[in-house]
């Protein structure tokens, strides 16, 4: 799958995935972390951040013994653009 029609892929599932304004949702999520860990104040923009972290760790984590990433990881990348599109939505909602 080349570049564009990988974005279109991501198009394509950030537009079925109806989970609510993404504001809101990272917000409630943030706002969940920083009930449960008490001593930090998390934010909109941390939760999609380290939910692109998972996901990178994901895809770490099918590395082969020389470094490189299996192939067959397309599902983790998805997500990371994904997040990194709700998440710019977000924290820019006049945009």
């Not at 760790?57 to 990371?80: H, M, Q, V, Y």
Request: net charge negative; glycine share 6%.
């Amino acid at each position: 799958m080349n570049r564009v029609k990988f974005l279109n892929e991501a198009i394509n599932i950030v537009e079925s995935r109806q989970y609510g304004d993404p504001k809101d949702c990272l917000q409630a999520i943030a706002d969940l972390w920083t009930a449960y860990v008490g001593k930090h104040t998390f934010s909109k923009e941390d939760v999609g951040i380290m939910m692109m972290l998972l996901k990178i760790a994901r895809i770490k984590s099918n590395c082969r013994d020389d470094g490189f990433i299996e192939p067959g990881t397309a599902d983790s990348w998805l997500d990371i653009a994904g997040y990194s599109a709700i998440t710019y939505e977000a924290s820019n909602p006049s945009r």
